[in-house]
């Protein structure tokens, strides 16, 4: 049986924390942020886990992380 291939783009974006969830940066924080709130921009600073539905479709995509 050959070995599963990770996806490189996806292995780059999330991190394992250290109960075995997949962690991330939130999305639209990159460009224009003059027109969001500063509450907005400041949450957006955290990094979030997946829910448990994403979490079963990340597993097939990064085998190995």
Do not use: V
């Not at 940066?25 to 224009?32: D, G």
């Amino acid at each position: 049986m050959p070995k599963m291939k990770t996806n490189r783009s996806a292995a780059k974006r999330f991190k394992k924390t250290a109960s075995g969830k997949l962690k991330h940066k939130p999305s639209f924080k990159n460009h224009i942020l003059t027109k969001k709130s500063p509450k907005r921009i400041r949450q957006l600073r955290k990094d979030r886990t997946l829910e448990a539905g994403d979490e079963a479709k990340m597993k097939s995509i990064l085998p190995y992380l």
